[in-house]
């Protein structure tokens, strides 16, 4: 029950942004984290409602539980290009594009036939989020 009502949350928070209304997209989001922390996006969303809002700090530990779940599925399966990715994009939010390269090329070279981390480095898509506008106004 406590999934289903989290993910409702979720859904009522992504229309709140939309709306531009990011107060009612953190309380929803605030709620869904308690529901159910594992949830990446929740973490993700909830740092995003925050920093729109100018609330760096809540911003920061939104992207720090993230990073947290993120070094958790690493450590479950270092070779998900997909865990590797949300990682590197979390990084870059906490404005930590230092690390992020460094996993990008550990990535790169531990899984040299791994099509999504291959292309990824050879679109240069790191250095395309770092300097993405709609990127930026939510990095730390």
Do not use: H
Not at 61 to 89: F, P, W
Request: hydrophobic share 45%; proline share 2%.
């Amino acid at each position: 029950m406590s999934r289903v009502e989290a993910a409702n949350l979720s859904s009522e928070a992504d229309f709140a942004m939309q709306m531009k209304d990011f107060a009612r997209a953190e309380k929803a989001l605030a709620r869904a984290v308690q529901l159910d922390p594992r949830i990446l996006v929740y973490w993700l969303d909830l740092g995003v409602s925050r920093r729109k809002q100018g609330n760096v700090e809540g911003a920061r530990t939104a992207y720090q539980k993230a990073l947290g779940i993120c070094e958790e599925q690493y450590r479950q399966n270092a070779k998900d290009s997909n865990v590797i990715l949300a990682q590197i994009r979390v990084l870059i939010l906490l404005n930590k594009a230092s690390d992020a390269k460094k996993l990008l090329e550990k990535a790169r070279q531990d899984l040299p036939n791994d099509r999504e981390i291959q292309s990824f480095w050879k679109a240069k898509m790191l250095d395309q989020m770092l300097v993405d506008p709609e990127l930026k106004q939510y990095i730390l």
